[in-house]
């Protein structure tokens, strides 16, 4: 079975610039997550999606950061303008979102650097 | 907000031995997970409990949703065993929200 799939694995950015990230999640898996994980720090929810609805986008930056999964598979978060807080590992997670069962499956994550 | 109180956030071992991680949760949680950051920085699942315990050669973990806590015990520790570890919580309350918390850096030394 294919795992969760992200690319690309490193960027490094100047403050200003823009990046996005692509992640396919596995196969079946309704429901999908991004997380941003700053250096030492534990995962911290960012979105997750249930099919293509955004369920809760409460921690995204709203006005630099956005994300969408318009088929309910695939999904791509973008950062508009980049800043040096910004830097951290960005990692998407899928499960099958049922109530029985909710097991995450991350990929390797993306390691952003903003210089 | 649905809190994860990890702790302790740093733990030294000598092979052989062994202790136990644990996550206090501010809420009634669901289910937990418990991952490890592998040496290529990716997070493995090592357990899914909606209740009690289970057992995985020398980690164990459990999970009590009313007393609102879980537990990963490592027993005759090895120096592969080494790394950061997760416990993340899934609230009772609305979606699949999955709450993670700071972490664990465990050490293993001969």
């Known amino acids: 079975e294919a795992g969760v799939t992200q690319s690309p694995r490193y960027a490094v950015l100047q403050e200003g610039q823009a990046v996005s990230f692509w992640c396919d999640p596995i196969?079946?898996?309704?429901?999908l997550y991004w997380y941003q994980q700053p250096r030492d720090q534990g995962p911290q929810l960012l979105v997750y999606?249930?099919?293509?609805?955004?369920?809760?986008n409460s921690q995204l930056p709203s006005d630099r950061f956005s994300a969408v999964r318009p088929k309910g598979t695939n999904s791509t978060l973008k950062i508009q303008s980049a800043k040096q807080g910004d830097t951290a590992t960005y990692l998407c997670?899928?499960?099958?979102?049922?109530?029985?069962?909710?097991?995450?499956?991350f990929g390797h994550g993306t390691k952003l650097s903003v210089l | 907000g649905d809190q994860v109180e990890q702790s302790p956030s740093a733990l030294s071992l000598h092979e052989g031995t062994g202790s136990a991680l644990r996550c206090n949760f501010t809420t009634t949680m669901r289910a937990v997970q418990w991952f490890r950051k592998n040496s290529r920085g990716s997070l493995i699942n090592l357990f899914y409990l909606a209740s009690g315990t289970k057992e995985n050669g020398r980690l164990k973990s459990a999970f009590d949703s009313k007393e609102r806590y879980s537990t990963l015990h490592i027993r005759d520790a090895q120096l592969e065993d080494s790394g950061t570890y997760f416990c993340?919580?899934?609230?009772?309350?609305?979606?699949?929200?999955?709450?993670f918390g700071s972490g664990t850096r465990l050490l293993v030394s001969p």
């Open positions: 997670a899928s499960s099958l979102g049922t109530i029985s069962n909710e097991r995450l499956f």
């Open positions: 999606f249930r099919d293509e609805a955004v369920i809760d």
């Open positions: 993340a919580a899934e609230a009772r309350t609305g979606g699949y929200k999955v709450v």
């Open positions: 196969s079946g898996h309704d429901t």
